[in-house]
C-alpha cells in the first residue's frame, strides 16, 4: 500500500483497468500528481480475463487446427491432443510477462497505486482502506463484470468467461449462451480443441452488431467447422447434475451439454462505490458523460466500460488519454464510438470499423458498397481461407464503414480504420498501392472497385 504524506494529488483514478492506467500514465507525462487506486491486479480485466488470455487461448486453438491439416498442403501432421495444463501454462506465461511490464511502467512514470478496494467518498475524494485521497479530479474508471440472466446462477458446470479461462480440461460439450463477441470466441477455440458446441442467441444472428454480410459469412463458416447455434432462440430454463446441464429454449427444445458458459455481456461495475450518492449521474449502473466524458460532477471524469457503449480495451485507453489530456487543458479530440476498430477474433476473424451499411443507409440515405470476395486473394487462397472485405460510401462520398471477415483480417483493421477516420475517398485510397500477395489487397481491390477501376474483379 502506497502512503504519500498529505494523498492529495492531481488526480485520483479508480481502478486501474485499461481505461484507469492508460489516464495515469498520460497525465504523469503531462506533469500532473496521480493515485490510483486498484482492489485486484493494474492490468484490469483485459490483461488478466479478457483480451489477452483470450487470444492466447485462439492462438493454441489456431496451432491445433494446423496440426489436424497439415496433411491439405502436404506436410504431415497429427494432433495427437490438447494439454490444458501446457495450454493454461503459455497462456498465463504471456500475461504475467506483460502484467510485469506494466508493472514496471506505471513504477517508473511514478504513478502512485493504492492496493484495496476505493469508495467515492467526496466530489474530491476516495476512500481506500483507512486512507482518504483527495483529487483536483477524480476519474471513474471501474470497469465491467460478466452478466448473467434470471434463472442462470453461475456455479458448478454454468460459467462465465472468467472461470472458463481456467478450465483445467476440454470439455467434451458446450452449451454457450450468448452469440455475441465472447460467446463466439470461446465456441471457435472449443470447437478446435476438439469439443462439441452449440451456441444460443436470441437474436437472428450471430455477431449481431456486425454488418449483416460478416454474420452471415461467420454463420457459413462456423456450420463448416462443425459448431452448432441457434438463432432467435431464447434461454428460458436451466438445470444441472453431477454429469451435465440441460438448458431449455423457448422453442421447447432442450440443449445438453458438459458445461455451459453465459455469454451474454457486461454491466457495468458501479454498484456500491458512491457515485449516485455523491451527485454523479448513473443510468442503470452506466455513468452517463458528455462526449468530453464529463460526469454530472464537473471535476468528476469517467472511463472505460462504466461508460456506456463499445465494451473494448482501446477505448479505454482512447478514453483514458482524452481524459489526462482535457485535464492539463491540451483540448483533445473527443473519442467517437463509431471511429473505433472492433475486431472478434474467432476463426476466420471478424473486422470492421465504422457504420454497417443498414446504419450508413440511415444516416446518409443513399450509400455505395461494394464487397470483394477473398476468394480471387492471392495470399488468402494460400491460407485456405475465404471471407469478404466490404467498403460503404457515402453516395459520391468518404468512406465510412469497413467490414471484413477471413483468416487475419484483425491485422487489417488498421488500414480501414485510416480510411474511415480520414474520411478518406475510395478514389484517394485506390491510388495506394498494396503489396502482392498479401491480404491487403483486398482493401486495395474494394477501394479500386468503388473507385470504378476493378482490377481482379469480374464486372
Ligand atoms: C473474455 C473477454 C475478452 C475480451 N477481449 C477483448 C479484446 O480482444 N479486445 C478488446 O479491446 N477488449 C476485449 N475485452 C473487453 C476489455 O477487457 C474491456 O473493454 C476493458 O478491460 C475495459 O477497461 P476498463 O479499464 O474500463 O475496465 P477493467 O479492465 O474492468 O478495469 C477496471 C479495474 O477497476 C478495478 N476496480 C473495480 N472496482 C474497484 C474499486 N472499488 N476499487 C478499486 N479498484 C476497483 C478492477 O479490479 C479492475 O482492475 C474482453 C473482455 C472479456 C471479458
Redesign the pocket.
Given at each position: 500500500m502506497a502512503d504519500n504524506a498529505d494523498n492529495s494529488f492531481d488526480l485520483v483514478i479508480?481502478?486501474?483497468?485499461?481505461?484507469?492506467?492508460?489516464c495515469a500514465l498520460r497525465a504523469t507525462q503531462l506533469g500532473l500528481r496521480v493515485a490510483m487506486?486498484?482492489?485486484?491486479?493494474?492490468?484490469?480485466?483485459?490483461?488478466?480475463?479478457?483480451?489477452?488470455?483470450?487470444?492466447a487461448l485462439l492462438h493454441a486453438a489456431e496451432v491445433a487446427d494446423e496440426a489436424r491439416s497439415g496433411n491439405t498442403v502436404g506436410v504431415k501432421t497429427t494432433l495427437e491432443g490438447i494439454d490444458m495444463a501446457a495450454v493454461n501454462s503459455y497462456k498465463d506465461g504471456v500475461v504475467g510477462g506483460l502484467y510485469k511490464g506494466l508493472q514496471g511502467l506505471v513504477t517508473s512514470a511514478g504513478i502512485t497505486v493504492?492496493e484495496?478496494?476505493?469508495?467515492l467518498v467526496g466530489t474530491d475524494a476516495?476512500q481506500?482502506g483507512d486512507q482518504r485521497l483527495t483529487g483536483r479530479f477524480i476519474v471513474l474508471?471501474?470497469?465491467?463484470?460478466?452478466r448473467t440472466l434470471p434463472g442462470l446462477d453461475i456455479g458448478g458446470r454454468v460459467m462465465?468467461?472468467?472461470q472458463?479461462?481456467t478450465m483445467d480440461a476440454v470439455p467434451r460439450s458446450v452449451v454457450i449462451i450468448g452469440g455475441s463477441?465472447?460467446g463466439v470466441?470461446?465456441a471457435s477455440v472449443w470447437r478446435s480443441f476438439g469439443a462439441d458446441v452449440t451456441i444460443v442467441e436470441a437474436l437472428p444472428h450471430l455477431v449481431p452488431l456486425e454488418d449483416e454480410v460478416l454474420s452471415k459469412q461467420l454463420e457459413r463458416a462456423f456450420r463448416r467447422r462443425g459448431i452448432t447455434f441457434k438463432l432467435g432462440a431464447k434461454f428460458t430454463e436451466l438445470t444441472q447434475d453431477d454429469d451435465s446441464v440441460t438448458v431449455v429454449l423457448d422453442t421447447g427444445e432442450k440443449v445438453q451439454a458438459e458445461v455451459c458458459l453465459v455469454?451474454v455481456g457486461?454491466g457495468p461495475?458501479?454498484d456500491?462505490?458512491g457515485y449516485a450518492e455523491h451527485g454523479v449521474s448513473v443510468d442503470r449502473g452506466w455513468v452517463t458523460t458528455d462526449e468530453r466524458l464529463h460526469t454530472s460532477v464537473p471535476q468528476v471524469f469517467a472511463?472505460?466500460?462504466?461508460?456506456p457503449g463499445?465494451?473494448?480495451?482501446?477505448?479505454?485507453f482512447g478514453?483514458?488519454i482524452f481524459v489526462a489530456e482535457e485535464i492539463a487543458g491540451r483540448d483533445p479530440m473527443p473519442i467517437v464510438d463509431t471511429t473505433i476498430p472492433?475486431?472478434?477474433?474467432c476463426d476466420p476473424e471478424v473486422a470492421s470499423v465504422g457504420l454497417t451499411e443498414e446504419q450508413a443507409r440511415q444516416h446518409y440515405g443513399d450509400v455505395d458498397t461494394f464487397e470483394y470476395n477473398l476468394a480471387g486473394n492471392g495470399r488468402s487462397k494460400i491460407l485456405e481461407t475465404s471471407g469478404v472485405v466490404k467498403l460503404v460510401r457515402e453516395k459520391d462520398g468518404p468512406i465510412v464503414g469497413v467490414h471484413m471477415i477471413g483468416s487475419r483480417m484483425g491485422e487489417q483493421v488498421g488500414e480501414a480504420s485510416l480510411f474511415v477516420n480520414w474520411e478518406a475517398y475510395p478514389e484517394d485510397v485506390a491510388q495506394f498501392v498494396h503489396a502482392h500477395p498479401t491480404q491487403t489487397e483486398g482493401l486495395g481491390e474494394a477501394a479500386l472497385a468503388l473507385a470504378g477501376k476493378p482490377l481482379h474483379v469480374h464486372a
Amino acid at each position: 500500500m502506497a502512503d504519500n504524506a498529505d494523498n492529495s494529488f492531481d488526480l485520483v483514478i479508480l481502478g486501474g483497468g485499461s481505461g484507469g492506467y492508460a489516464c495515469a500514465l498520460r497525465a504523469t507525462q503531462l506533469g500532473l500528481r496521480v493515485a490510483m487506486v486498484e482492489k485486484d491486479k493494474v492490468g484490469g480485466t483485459c490483461l488478466h480475463r479478457g483480451c489477452i488470455p483470450t487470444k492466447a487461448l485462439l492462438h493454441a486453438a489456431e496451432v491445433a487446427d494446423e496440426a489436424r491439416s497439415g496433411n491439405t498442403v502436404g506436410v504431415k501432421t497429427t494432433l495427437e491432443g490438447i494439454d490444458m495444463a501446457a495450454v493454461n501454462s503459455y497462456k498465463d506465461g504471456v500475461v504475467g510477462g506483460l502484467y510485469k511490464g506494466l508493472q514496471g511502467l506505471v513504477t517508473s512514470a511514478g504513478i502512485t497505486v493504492y492496493e484495496g478496494e476505493g469508495h467515492l467518498v467526496g466530489t474530491d475524494a476516495v476512500q481506500v482502506g483507512d486512507q482518504r485521497l483527495t483529487g483536483r479530479f477524480i476519474v471513474l474508471a471501474t470497469g465491467s463484470y460478466a452478466r448473467t440472466l434470471p434463472g442462470l446462477d453461475i456455479g458448478g458446470r454454468v460459467m462465465t468467461s472468467d472461470q472458463a479461462l481456467t478450465m483445467d480440461a476440454v470439455p467434451r460439450s458446450v452449451v454457450i449462451i450468448g452469440g455475441s463477441v465472447i460467446g463466439v470466441e470461446f465456441a471457435s477455440v472449443w470447437r478446435s480443441f476438439g469439443a462439441d458446441v452449440t451456441i444460443v442467441e436470441a437474436l437472428p444472428h450471430l455477431v449481431p452488431l456486425e454488418d449483416e454480410v460478416l454474420s452471415k459469412q461467420l454463420e457459413r463458416a462456423f456450420r463448416r467447422r462443425g459448431i452448432t447455434f441457434k438463432l432467435g432462440a431464447k434461454f428460458t430454463e436451466l438445470t444441472q447434475d453431477d454429469d451435465s446441464v440441460t438448458v431449455v429454449l423457448d422453442t421447447g427444445e432442450k440443449v445438453q451439454a458438459e458445461v455451459c458458459l453465459v455469454a451474454v455481456g457486461r454491466g457495468p461495475a458501479t454498484d456500491g462505490l458512491g457515485y449516485a450518492e455523491h451527485g454523479v449521474s448513473v443510468d442503470r449502473g452506466w455513468v452517463t458523460t458528455d462526449e468530453r466524458l464529463h460526469t454530472s460532477v464537473p471535476q468528476v471524469f469517467a472511463v472505460g466500460d462504466v461508460v456506456p457503449g463499445l465494451q473494448l480495451a482501446h477505448r479505454g485507453f482512447g478514453h483514458g488519454i482524452f481524459v489526462a489530456e482535457e485535464i492539463a487543458g491540451r483540448d483533445p479530440m473527443p473519442i467517437v464510438d463509431t471511429t473505433i476498430p472492433r475486431v472478434t477474433y474467432c476463426d476466420p476473424e471478424v473486422a470492421s470499423v465504422g457504420l454497417t451499411e443498414e446504419q450508413a443507409r440511415q444516416h446518409y440515405g443513399d450509400v455505395d458498397t461494394f464487397e470483394y470476395n477473398l476468394a480471387g486473394n492471392g495470399r488468402s487462397k494460400i491460407l485456405e481461407t475465404s471471407g469478404v472485405v466490404k467498403l460503404v460510401r457515402e453516395k459520391d462520398g468518404p468512406i465510412v464503414g469497413v467490414h471484413m471477415i477471413g483468416s487475419r483480417m484483425g491485422e487489417q483493421v488498421g488500414e480501414a480504420s485510416l480510411f474511415v477516420n480520414w474520411e478518406a475517398y475510395p478514389e484517394d485510397v485506390a491510388q495506394f498501392v498494396h503489396a502482392h500477395p498479401t491480404q491487403t489487397e483486398g482493401l486495395g481491390e474494394a477501394a479500386l472497385a468503388l473507385a470504378g477501376k476493378p482490377l481482379h474483379v469480374h464486372a
